[in-house]
């Protein structure tokens, strides 16, 4: 168990430059200050991996400032208080939001963006759903597809549809009657999706012959994309849209310029960007919807488990590279106030 008067964090020494290399974050220990009035000390349970922190990583024009040099890296994650001076949390409480890659951080009640937010309790999930199938992820989801508004007869397409948005969306998709069309990266990640998560295709897009079987599963075009890559792929799409189609941005891994942006004036398209914390108050809406989806069993939801904080950096490079499933997840801590309380749905 982490000592908690010293904490560990990885700090941003430079801006990768391409893929990330040792070196451009450090894993430093440091002490933890004495709280004062207002403050909670929460201890990290298990930390969200996702696209996102590469970008913050950089310097681009992002929906977040860049992290600063010698700053810990931004992250989502759950901890648990083990220590409080606020009215408002108690030792105890298990918590949501930005913590940061690190093993503790101080929750000041002046924080006011982006606060951590008290999940119920008792926790009604393992922690780890709550960056997952009960978090921002499944929101990001829940909020694209109900934009998309997909109907029977439709088509919807989904990239990274393994992933932990695609494959949410995928399924919300589905459970709307739309026929779904994922895009993964490899054979086992497209049987995946089709077998496991109930897309109606999923293509390869590494296969050398994708847009030939990317043509082949759209035989009527392209109501909606669910789009979390972009790149050739897009682009290629955007000549298969059908007319007054709808295609949600909502992550850009592989991006790279539109050759055929013209389509979206030529089909009269509509193309949106989401981000979803300027949603928050559709936060319960969706929560509601996605626990009473998830309690009942009709959305399938996966997890890859890396142990230990000094592994993120790696952590990142694969989710990057397309070698997870579903919610990347990194542990680092057990609860000690709800022990024996799961930390992942799957174990490591
Ligand atoms: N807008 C928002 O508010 C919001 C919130 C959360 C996440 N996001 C975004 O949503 C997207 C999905 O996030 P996630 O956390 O669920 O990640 P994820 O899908 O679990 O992982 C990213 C996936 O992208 C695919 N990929 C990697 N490089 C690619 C490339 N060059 N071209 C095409 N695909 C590539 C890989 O899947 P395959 O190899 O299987 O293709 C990889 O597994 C990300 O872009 C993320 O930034 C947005």
């Known amino acids: 168990m982490a000592d908690a008067s010293v904490n560990r964090a990885w700090r941003l020494r430079r801006r990768p430059v391409g893929a ?27 930390l969200s991996v996702e696209a996102a922190s590469r970008i913050w990583m950089g310097h681009q024009r992002a929906f977040m400032p860049p992290v600063g040099l010698g700053e810990v890296m931004r992250g989502v994650g759950v901890g648990e208080v083990v220590e409080s001076r606020r009215q408002d949390m108690k030792v105890g409480d298990i918590v949501a939001g930005f913590v940061g890659w690190q093993e503790f951080c101080c929750a000041d009640d ?53 992933g932990s948005v695609g494959s949410i969306a995928g399924q919300l998709a589905k459970l709307r009657g739309a026929r779904v069309v994922g895009i993964a990266g490899g054979p086992a990640k497209c049987r995946h999706v089709v ?44 000549m298969r849209l059908n007319l007054n189609a709808t295609i949600l941005l909502c992550g850009e891994v592989g991006w790279h310029g539109l050759v055929n942006i013209d389509q979206i004036h030529m089909q009269r398209a509509t193309m949106r960007g989401i981000i979803v914390t300027d ?69 490591p």
Request: hydrophobic share 45%; with cysteine; charged share 20%.
């Open 195 to 238: 077998d496991d998560l109930g897309f109606d295709a999923c293509v390869d897009r590494k296969d050398p012959d994708w847009p030939a079987r990317l043509d082949a599963a759209l035989p009527d075009g392209v109501d909606s994309d669910f789009e979390n890559a972009g790149g050739p792929i897009l682009d290629h799409l955007l």
């Open 110 to 162: 002046q924080r006011l963006e982006a606060p951590l937010s008290v999940l119920p309790s008792p926790l009604p999930a393992p922690v780890s759903a709550f960056v997952g199938v009960l978090g921002h992820p499944a929101i990001t989801a829940y909020l694209g597809v109900d934009f998309l508004q997909p109907q029977p007869g439709q088509t919807v397409v989904v990239s990274a549809a393994a």
């Open 279 to 347: 949603h928050l108050d559709r936060w319960p809406e969706a929560l509601g919807a996605l626990g009473a989806l998830w309690a009942t069993g009709q959305l399938k939801y996966d997890e890859t488990v890396v142990s230990r904080l000094d592994q993120a950096p790696a952590a990142l490079t694969s989710l990057l590279a397309g070698d997870t499933t579903g919610k990347l997840v990194v542990t680092i801590a057990e609860p000690t106030t709800i022990p024996g309380h799961p930390l992942t749905t799957t174990p």
């Open 20 to 46: 990330m290399v040792p070196g451009d974050l450090e894993l430093v220990p440091e002490p933890i200050a004495p709280l004062e009035d207002g403050q909670a000390l929460v201890r990290t349970l298990v």
